[in-house]
């Protein structure tokens, strides 16, 4: 297993120049991985597509069932009542089912929105609902380093994990991120997307 430097970039023209750049540190082909990351939900780990039990909003909507079941089932059964003269006895039972049916229904759906602000965007809301320190979507170069070490910050020496993460920053990368895995013929056999990635901030590095 070796030590892995990856980023993110928005085209696949900065993908080109990365590769051709770092190949002419002396980076072999075979050591280079690139490849499009999904976004998430989009990893199709499941036979029924995505790669999550449930979507990020999911999960609140049973709350707000119970809520809207409890509330509508009382007031139909109040309106039953009012029924009562035309259905006989079963009529507050009949509203109370109607009713906890409906407000179920409306339940659920206050419940998935009710955090949303009223001047958020629907592209807010999905950032939002990203999970913190989750992968971004997009192209991905990666590069296996044989030395394993730690990535070294002292600027002190010929580092080629340092002169990778130069040549990424060079050509405008977004995030970087460095692994322990195994990239085989250009393929990162063991990449996980949905693994928290380590990220590396660029602050802490000096130029070479």
Request: charged share 20%; no cysteine; glycine share 12%.
């Amino acid at each position: 297993m070796a030590h892995i430097i990856a980023g993110h970039f928005q085209e696949q023209s900065q993908v080109d120049q990365v590769i051709e750049a770092i190949r002419e540190i002396g980076i072999r082909q075979e050591q280079i991985s690139s490849f499009y990351v999904n976004p998430p939900g989009q990893h199709n780990l499941y036979s029924i597509g995505g790669d999550r039990d449930e979507s990020p909003g999911a999960h609140d909507s049973s709350a707000g069932v119970v809520r809207g079941a409890a509330t509508g089932g009382a007031i139909g059964a109040a309106a039953g009542l009012t029924g009562a003269p035309v259905f006989g006895p079963v009529g507050p039972a009949v509203g109370a089912l109607v009713g906890a049916h409906i407000g179920g229904l409306i339940g659920s759906l206050s419940q998935m929105t009710e955090d949303k602000q009223p001047d958020e965007s629907a592209i807010d809301v999905a950032k939002r609902n990203v999970e913190p320190h989750q992968r971004s979507s997009g192209l991905m170069v990666a590069v296996s380093v044989d030395d394993a070490a730690p990535l070294d910050t002292s600027g002190v020496g010929r580092n080629p994990q340092r002169e990778i993460v130069d040549v990424l920053n060079r050509f405008g990368v977004r995030d970087l991120e460095e692994a322990d895995g195994t990239i085989v013929d250009g393929d990162w056999q063991d990449f996980n997307p949905l693994a928290v990635p380590r990220l590396i901030d660029p602050a802490t590095l000096r130029a070479i």
